[in-house]
């Protein structure tokens, strides 16, 4: 190719291949795909049941004292700087003393990591244990960004199976024949995404011990933490800090419904120093150094909102996520084309298994969802997305009007695909 008489060369860039899988196996993607089977001539609104974000809802709107504080934050004029990769000492110290009410030990400022929301928590930590070689243990059903995440970090992801009959407890069996010595450590999510299970003391005692035993820590994924509303009680992983090291990624974004502020952490809960000594804290800390940090404002904000938020306010939502869960729970139950295996004790999500044997013109569970997409103008996620072939996670953290909607919808679909049209 010429231009003006010289030999041009062909333009050389390209984009990451890895970009391709990523952005397809994600749970917004799937949302967009089905949300593109709607039929745009239905005037009923769009039902989201697919997406855990209950902030657009009146119900789940966060306390006056978060947003007192956010503003308060911004009109000081104390935080429009940079705050640095290790951030701001005083927003550190909140969240420190926050985690350790539930520790039978004290955090400090230097045990937290602020972030950018849960999912650069996730990518910091993979990041980091990303040695080559390494693979890391991830619960199946699973939430889809660990998968992608350490596979683009070229981390080998291996699975171990959630039991549903057991209340969704970890099959440590399966823990132990797939950890080896290249192994960087297993994630656990609790409350649980997307099972809606909260594990018991006992259960978690033992996964500590055996991850003692193989010699790996624990990533304990508690974004969900305290919204509990079953038999269990919420029990921190970090409790066990002086069984295994454990690194525990939360935010503010569901306890608080303000996923939009971005605000997360990774608490080192490691009381005897393992994860220092090997390095693990400093390259954290490194590794930040080299991304984002959370806006300023919103960690100025942090110590007033932690401090001044009202029990009355958790109480609240916990009482509606426990009602509309019920109501979940017990509508599907008798729509006679699922097979509901436990009701959800936390989180914001139920996980249900389609009986495909009762339902004529569906061949698996993404087609049951772009269909119910296009009839009925309903948004649940296909449990594909999460590992789990033909089952379906409904997000239940809505206005209560759109969840008995939504309901009424799906039971309509369901009895317009039954076979025999029951």
């Not at 860039?13 to 949302?31: E, G």
Request: proline share 6%; hydrophobic share 40%.
């Amino acid at each position: 190719m010429a231009e003006n008489g010289m030999e041009r060369k062909p333009w050389r860039f390209d984009f990451n291949p890895k970009l391709r899988d990523a952005a397809s196996r994600n749970i917004r993607s799937t949302v967009d795909l089905l949300r593109s089977n709607i039929d745009r001539s239905d005037a009923r609104p769009v039902i989201p049941l697919g997406h855990g974000d209950p902030s657009s809802f009146p119900s789940f709107r966060t306390t006056a004292v978060a947003e007192a504080a956010v503003v308060s934050a911004v009109r000081s004029g104390d935080y429009n700087c940079y705050g640095g990769s290790r951030n701001l000492v005083p927003s550190r110290r909140a969240v420190a003393e926050y985690l350790s009410r539930d520790l039978p030990y004290q955090l400090t400022p230097d045990d937290v990591f602020l972030t950018m929301g849960c999912l650069h928590a996730i990518e910091t930590v993979i990041s980091v244990l990303a040695r080559p070689g390494a693979n890391i243990l991830l619960p199946r059903p699973y939430y889809p960004f660990y998968e992608v995440r350490a596979q683009f970090s070229g981390v080998e992801v291996r699975y171990f199976d959630l039991l549903p009959d057991r209340g969704w407890e970890i099959d440590l069996d399966a823990v132990e024949a797939l950890a080896d010595d290249r192994t960087a450590g297993m994630v656990i999510i609790n409350p649980g995404n997307p099972t809606g299970s909260v594990l018991s003391y006992g259960h978690l005692e033992k996964v500590a011990e055996t991850a003692r035993k193989l010699g790996i820590m624990i990533i304990a994924d508690e974004v969900y933490g305290h919204l509990v509303f079953g038999n269990n009680p919420f029990v921190p992983m970090g409790v066990f800090g002086s069984v295994v090291p454990v690194l525990t990624i939360g935010s503010i974004s569901k306890r608080w419904a303000v996923p939009g502020w971005r605000l997360g952490w990774i608490a080192a809960c490691d009381p005897d120093g393992i994860l220092k000594d090997a390095q693990i804290v400093k390259y954290i800390n490194e590794y930040l150094s080299i991304t984002s940090e959370p806006v300023t404002f919103i960690q100025g904000a942090i110590p007033e909102i932690i401090k001044n938020t009202t029990q009355d306010f958790f109480d609240k939502m916990i009482s509606l996520l426990r009602q509309m869960g019920s109501m979940c729970y017990d509508r599907v139950q008798e729509m006679g084309c699922f097979h509901c295996r436990h009701k959800a004790e936390g989180s914001m999500f139920m996980l249900v298994e389609l009986d495909l044997s009762r339902l004529q013109d569906i061949t698996d569970d993404v087609d049951f969802c772009c269909k119910l997409a296009k009839e009925e103008s309903l948004i649940i996620l296909p449990g594909s997305t999460v590992g789990l072939p033909n089952w379906l996670r409904i997000t239940f953290a809505v206005e209560p009007s759109s969840l008995e909607d939504g309901l009424l919808r799906l039971k309509a679909f369901c009895r317009r695909h039954a076979k025999g049209g029951k």
